[in-house]
């Protein structure tokens, strides 16, 4: 009988119920941030649904525009970026989205308390050959006083601010993690029963590790300080790991440990991903989970965002790694300082 019973493991917290149990550690709370948390889940399994069948219902493949940075949408990039714009315009608890696949701020023309930032579907390389892909969303209070049209002000705010942040990973299988500031917690998507459970609880990034995570083929453009850097994790026979979708690269390195870059290269000055989109939410995982990020200079959430599509350099994850780096780039900064 206990042989049985060993079998048939509790199943962990629901996220409903855990984001409801949750719901006190915010003063005044009044329901809308757990409510928001709640459609952005929802709509990250509509997500699921059409990435698990993409194959079968013509959904993959690219889409035959391009997005505003110019770069080509594949069907599911846009498919994700209805779903949740969508989701959230429904919910009621938003009044601005901004989205890396829409030029300008949606006004949702909702009276709710809350601005949304998302990557519907980050990973694109990756969308159509069955690779790990993700969603990746920040949550900031609005500043702008409830009721009025949402502004840009409401949407540019410096990760700091940030109530929540999280991503959703599709990979071997479909994950939401997030934070509110309180720890990190992940939750793994129970098909069959089509909930997210608790799986992971108060995540810790381990403080070091051996592996790191680059595009190695942009090496030759990379400044001669990262390039030093890469030589020592090879001296000192480092793995290295690189997926390319970077939900999922971020996520190895929060569980066993390593540092993710995308530093500048010589064709884009000013690194390829997105603050508001990519780098703000992961940074404020990853010092929840006791990691670091930077832009290589500053803290990324320090940076105060001009511009809606702001790209930025990205080193994050275990913290004595990612001091390491800065401590190379840091050379680079005293020198041009001096010159
Ligand atoms: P995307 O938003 O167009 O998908 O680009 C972001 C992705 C990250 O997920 C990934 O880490 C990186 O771009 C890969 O870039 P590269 O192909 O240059 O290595
Ligand atoms: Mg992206």
């Not at 855990?18 to 409510?35: D, K, M, N, W, Y």
């Not at 391009?66 to 846009?78: R, S």
């Not at 929540?164 to 071997?172: C, R, T």
């Amino acid at each position: 009988m206990k042989q049985v019973e060993e079998l048939v493991l509790p199943v962990g917290t629901a996220l409903d119920r855990f984001i409801s149990r949750h719901e006190e550690q915010f003063p005044f709370a009044t329901g809308e941030l757990s409510q928001l948390l709640r459609d952005i889940a929802l709509a990250g399994k509509i997500v699921n649904r059409e990435i698990n069948r993409a194959g079968l219902i013509g959904v993959a493949g690219a889409y035959g525009q391009q997005n505003v940075q110019g770069e080509e949408q594949q069907k599911l990039d846009v498919i994700a970026n209805i779903r949740f714009i969508r989701a959230l315009r429904n919910g009621g608890e938003v009044c601005g989205i901004i989205s890396e696949e829409e030029e300008d701020i949606i006004d949702t023309g909702s009276r709710g308390k809350y601005v949304v930032a998302i990557d519907p579907l980050d990973g694109s390389s990756n969308i159509d050959v069955n690779v790990s892909i993700g969603t990746v969303f920040s949550i900031y209070r609005r500043l702008s006083p409830v009721g009025s049209a949402v502004t840009m002000e409401d949407v540019l705010q410096p990760g700091y601010k940030q109530v929540a942040a999280g991503y959703i990973l599709y990979g071997s299988s479909t994950m939401l993690v997030y934070t509110t500031g309180y720890g990190v917690n992940a939750f793994t998507y129970e098909s069959s029963l089509g909930e997210f459970f608790l799986s992971h609880a108060d995540m810790q990034m381990p403080k070091s590790a051996q592996s790191y995570s680059i595009n190695e083929g942009n090496y030759r453009d990379f400044s001669p300080e990262i390039i030093e850097y890469l030589d020592y994790c090879k001296d000192q026979k480092y793995t290295a790991r690189y997926i390319g979708s970077l939900v999922a690269d971020f996520h190895r390195n929060l569980l066993k440990g390593g540092i993710y870059l995308y530093p500048e290269t010589k064709s884009s000055p000013t690194g390829k991903l997105r603050l508001m989109y990519e780098c703000n939410a992961l940074a404020f995982i990853a010092e929840q989970a006791g990691g670091k990020a930077t832009d290589g200079k500053r803290r990324i959430l320090d940076i105060m965002p001009t511009k809606l599509h702001q790209r930025c350099p990205l080193y994050i994850g275990s913290v004595d790694m990612v001091k390491q780096v800065e401590g190379c780039l840091a050379k680079k900064n005293e020198m041009a300082w001096q010159s």
